[in-house]
């Protein structure tokens, strides 16, 4: 019998493993898991032991590795977790993988293997079974517990999604060579997938909602400038909204960036600093400054030897009014009102930038949209090697769903009946990038996806919108609505 430590990732790309003792008997094979979670990079994988670090304590590992092992050289058997007909039970596979990721604290992931779970073993109940093997599992019993969530009113996407979750698990048991099969049941399983309809908002409806008047400082207005800070940050998803820092931001003046991990897929993604996407995130900066640059500071230049005094809301009335002029009148005039408009919007661009930056240098640490309890995320750094506990989990989760709790308000403000929820902006920012025909790499960059065929999966319930509007236009332009009927005898 041969026993030889060793780190076991669940995925290749995990960062993590735990650490394994893998014995050897006739070369066959069983394993041993010390529940030992520890970084990749701390695994000296030659000499079979943790490296030394200032991050766990790796003299106490290695040394409970050294009693293990000579505690299983002593007894000369392999210990009772590793008995077979345990392995051929799916149920104590799924356990062993629930466990896992809450030892990992894949708290997301959890969740969602954990509702599978539940399910599956409410559907045994129903067949009087509190246990199911690996050789029971066939193409029937995937049927059967499919009608079972139709039963319970589950609709068809849900259904695939637990259905999927077993799917996982029965093809890793296969790759861990846990189970042997030459036929595996799901290839001959059929998810059905219903269209799914994302709820976006139209460029008009956008319009709507930032014209409308609201009372400064109240929730629909803060939930505004928070849905509006989505769209102008490229489709911000809401857990990037709630988690980027000062620090995030690369200043260089007019490109200036915003550059962070993404919280749902640890990949980097990078934003502009956009006029408009500051303006919205100043408001968190320093919301008196906000009020007074935007509502009561006067702005004065000369115009045709005249000098004039604008506040900022009646700037904007007046530039719009002095663009319908030119359109009848003086387009020169407009234009030369209009480059000094956008020299006050730029200066006030550049007063917020250099405030943002001093900022970054006082708090880089301080999340700029002031959702989340500081002191909770004091240690955490969000990047590709996150791990939260379970109250810093559920801290987001709840920030998530009061935001889409106070959303409802803002749909009176768009003139529409749709539903608005945390992924509206998302699915807004790609709507108004198809009505402009932007090309799907340059969608697939904004969004942050890291291969294209995520966006085109992504863009594929798009698409009808999309077409229906491009055969608008392409009708419009034919001018049908004058073609002549022909005369009906009779």
């Known amino acids: 019998m041969t026993i030889t430590p060793y780190l076991k990732k669940r995925n290749s790309t995990d960062n993590y493993g735990i650490i394994n003792l893998r014995i050897t008997i006739k070369r066959k094979s ?25 991050e766990v304590d790796y003299i106490k590992i290695n040394e409970t590795i050294t009693e293990e092992i000579e505690k299983l050289n002593k007894e000369r058997k392999v210990v009772p977790e ?81 259905l999927k979750c077993c799917q996982k698990l029965y093809n890793l048991s296969i790759k861990e060579k846990v189970f042997r099969t030459y036929e595996n049941p799901f290839n001959e399983f059929i998810f059905r997938r219903d269209p799914v309809e994302k709820r976006r908002l139209s460029i008009g409806q956008v ?33 990037d909204t709630l988690t980027i820092r000062y620090k995030n931001i690369d200043f260089d003046s007019w490109n200036s960036r915003i550059n962070f991990f993404q919280f749902k897929t640890k990949k980097r993604h990078s934003i502009q600093l956009s006029i408009d996407l500051l303006k919205h995130l100043f408001y968190f900066v320093d919301k008196d400054l906000f009020y007074e640059m935007y509502f009561t500071r006067k702005y004065t230049f000369l115009w045709k030897d005249k000098q004039y005094e604008f506040t900022f809301p009646h700037l904007e009335k007046e530039l719009e009014r002095m663009r319908s002029i030119s359109l009848k009148e003086n ?32 708090n880089p640490n301080k999340f700029i949209v002031p959702w989340l309890n500081e002191t909770l995320y004091k240690k955490v750094e969000f990047n590709d090697n996150t791990i939260l506990t379970k109250q810093q989990y559920n801290h987001i989760q709840s920030r998530i769903t009061v935001y889409n709790r106070n959303l409802k308000r803002l749909e009176k403000l768009t003139g529409t009946n749709i539903r608005i929820t945390s992924h509206t902006p998302r699915h807004t920012y790609t709507n108004l990038l198809l009505t402009i025909n932007t090309d799907v790499y340059s969608i ?44 009906i005898e009779g």
Do not use: A
């Not at 407009?334 to 006050?344: A, S």
């Open 82 to 162: 590793l008995k077979e007909n345990r392995k051929l039970s799916f149920i104590q596979y799924f356990q062993d993988y629930l466990n896992e990721l809450t030892l990992f604290n894949k708290l997301g992931t959890y969740k969602k293997y954990n509702t599978t779970y539940q399910h599956l073993i409410d559907y045994l109940k129903t067949e009087g079974k509190t246990d199911l093997h690996f050789t029971k599992i066939d193409f029937n019993l995937i049927e059967d517990f499919d009608k079972y969530l139709q039963k319970i009113h589950l609709k068809s996407n849900t259904r695939n999604g637990y």
């Open 444 to 487: 697939s960059k904004s969004l942050g996806h890291s291969k294209l065929s995520i966006t085109e999966n992504y863009l594929n319930d798009f698409e009808r919108v999309k077409v229906d509007g491009d055969n608008s236009e392409l009708f419009r332009m034919m001018n049908l609505s004058k073609t002549k009927l022909p005369k």
């Open 30 to 54: 069983e394993y041993y898991s010390l529940k030992i979670n520890i970084k990749e990079k701390y695994w000296n994988d030659n000499k079979k032991e943790v490296r030394k670090n200032d």
């Open 331 to 362: 387009k020169d005039s407009w234009e030369k009102f209009g480059n000094k408009v956008y020299e006050i919007i730029g200066s006030i661009y550049e007063e917020q930038l250099r405030i943002i930056k001093e900022c970054s240098f006082k």
């Open 207 to 239: 319009q709507n909602l930032i014209g409308t008047e609201v009372e400064f400082g109240s929730l629909t207005y803060e939930t505004r400038v928070k849905f509006l800070i989505q769209i102008y940050g490229q489709g911000l998803r809401v857990s």
